[in-house]
């Protein structure tokens, strides 16, 4: 009878990203600055400086810097990301990824030890929208406090 | 005498240790009856007057007796005309050939007696051309895809601006028409072993324009040829080049192998 309202979840388990061949691959060792945009799917495991756009799946791997916005059909964060995110569809937020912007997406699912930090908004098309401001304890701070 | 055929022959042909060669195929050019007016590249003769007096003289098909660096130069002075090319590889620097799926001695011959003619694209860069690719190992550049955004390995490595319209059908690649593709391959740190072990998916980019772009001046390769420049405009002129090949054949034959 009552429709539980979307929950964020705090751990998931999602399959590896194995890049198809029509993948555009940033590796690691390789930087981009300017305004990337691609309709396939993109990984990206070096650094990206401006902006990123594609309307498929991004893929940001765990060595991989990214001082960008993005905007994106679905993506998985395991890497570093300064700025902001919209993503139409499912983001994954892995443990290692530490974001520092603000995030839209329909929905989005977070690992535990992932860091964050800055708006977020969930939902949207269902009319359902949730809004909350995200900042995680990092590492360090978690150290001070047991001191 | 074909008065359609017209032959350059570079001058290193001269030496002694490519004359059973040159026999073989002279020979095999009179039995397909596509033999012509002969043009010998020498140090003072310009190849474009050259080029002119063959094409005037109603040469059709030109073709190219040497090696590489022998091809780019006949190609380079043909800017006014619009001919066939063929091309008998001799020499030592032959990668076009290959690419072209044409081998040496008299199967060159029957590969340029058949006539199967493709349009290739080829690249253009600045005021020049180039057929293959282009290797920029200068730490300094950096290349400006499309207008829109820069990419260049972090510390040391490469970049090669390559044709993709001459794919190398023997490792399996495949043909890309009407695009260059640029790969970025960044150094990779260690002993072989963990370079093998850190192989990661290739950095490969497709794109129409491009520019190569140092902040001093810097230093490429094209066609294995050094340039040196601030900036390098990179294009593509999509079929402009006519040339006999051998590709339908390596095709067919790794289809039957497969």
Do not use: W
Request: aromatic share 4%; charged share 30%.
């Amino acid at each position: 009878m009552f429709k539980s309202p979307k929950k964020m979840e705090t751990e998931t388990t999602v399959q590896p990203h194995v890049p198809s061949q029509a993948t555009t691959v940033i590796a690691r060792g390789v930087k981009v600055e300017g305004d990337f945009n691609s309709d396939g799917d993109v990984l990206i495991e070096g650094e990206v400086k401006g902006s990123l756009k594609t309307t498929s799946d991004l893929s940001v791997g765990g060595e991989s810097v990214i001082a960008a916005d993005i905007k994106a059909g679905t993506a998985t964060v395991s890497g570093r990301v300064d700025g902001n995110m919209i993503i139409d569809a499912q983001l994954v937020v892995k443990s290692s990824a530490n974001i520092h912007g603000d995030i839209v997406a329909e929905t989005m699912s977070v690992e535990k030890g992932a860091q964050l930090e800055g708006k977020v908004s969930i939902g949207g098309s269902s009319g359902t929208t949730q809004r909350t401001e995200v900042r995680t304890e990092t590492s360090e701070e978690k150290d001070k406090d047991k001191a | 005498m074909n008065p359609a055929f017209a032959y350059f022959y570079d001058e290193f042909l001269n030496e002694k240790k490519y004359e059973k060669l040159l026999n073989e195929v002279e020979a095999e050019i009179a039995n397909k009856n596509i033999g012509g007016r002969i043009a010998r590249l020498a140090m003072f003769r310009n190849p474009q007057e050259m080029m002119e007096d063959l094409m005037l003289g109603g040469a059709k098909n030109i073709v190219v007796v040497g090696d590489d660096t022998t091809l780019k130069k006949v190609i380079a002075s043909s800017q006014n005309f619009d001919p066939v090319f063929g091309y008998l590889p001799m020499g030592k620097s032959n990668d076009m050939a290959d690419l072209l799926g044409i081998q040496r001695g008299k199967v060159a011959v029957d590969i340029l007696a058949g006539r199967y003619i493709e349009k290739l694209d080829i690249g253009k860069i600045n005021d020049g051309f180039f057929l293959k690719e282009i290797l920029i190992k200068d730490p300094r550049s950096r290349v400006a895809i499309e207008g829109q955004f820069e990419i260049r390995p972090s510390e040391n490595g490469m970049m090669v601006i390559r044709n993709v319209s001459l794919p190398d059908i023997r490792h399996g690649e495949q043909e890309t028409i009407g695009k260059l593709e640029l790969e970025v391959i960044p150094e990779v740190e260690g002993t072989r072993r963990e370079k093998r072990e850190a192989q990661q998916p290739k950095t490969k980019l497709a794109f129409h324009q491009s520019r190569i772009l140092g902040d001093a001046e810097i230093t490429i390769s094209v066609d294995g040829q050094t340039l040196r420049g601030q900036a390098f405009d990179v294009t593509l002129i999509p079929k402009k080049l006519k040339c006999i090949t051998g590709r339908r054949f390596i095709s067919r034959t790794e289809k039957l192998i497969a």
